[in-house]
């Protein structure tokens, strides 16, 4: 099962060496194009998960400060695309049950231009 969301956001990465750019050390938001896969074997009443049902556990982010839902939640790593991946990856299996390999695509402007991190279970 492959499912595409998106989800409008805003966050701030800490200002450190490893930021070339320094352009998300400022606070600014992007719309995030995700991509959720999920494999199973069993199909229950003819489906193998809600597809509404993972859209509402990514929308914990839409419309959100990235930094703040990481603290709710106390995950402690900074809102960078990778971590978002990661995140939702773990939200996804503890909310849903399902192992989820999730990508990320941070300012998404089509598919021609589109940059993906992936986080595999
Ligand atoms: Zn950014």
Not at 22 to 28: M, Q, S, T
Not at 47 to 72: C, E, G, P, S, W
Not at 87 to 93: D, M, R
């Amino acid at each position: 099962m492959s499912l595409r969301h998106y989800f409008d956001a805003s966050h701030q990465l800490p200002d450190t060496d490893n930021l070339v750019t320094k352009a998300c050390a400022r606070l600014h938001g992007h719309t995030y194009a995700v991509i959720v896969e999920i494999e199973a074997d069993t199909v229950k009443g003819g489906m193998i998960i809600d597809f509404k049902a993972v859209k509402n556990t990514i929308d914990v982010l839409d419309h959100q400060h990235i930094n703040d839902i990481f603290d709710r939640f106390e995950f402690n790593h900074e809102p960078t695309a990778e971590n978002i991946a990661k995140f939702l990856s773990k939200q996804i299996e503890k909310e849903l049950d399902f192992k989820a390999t999730v990508s990320i695509c941070e300012g998404y402007k089509g598919a021609e231009r589109a940059s993906w991190v992936t986080h595999t279970p």
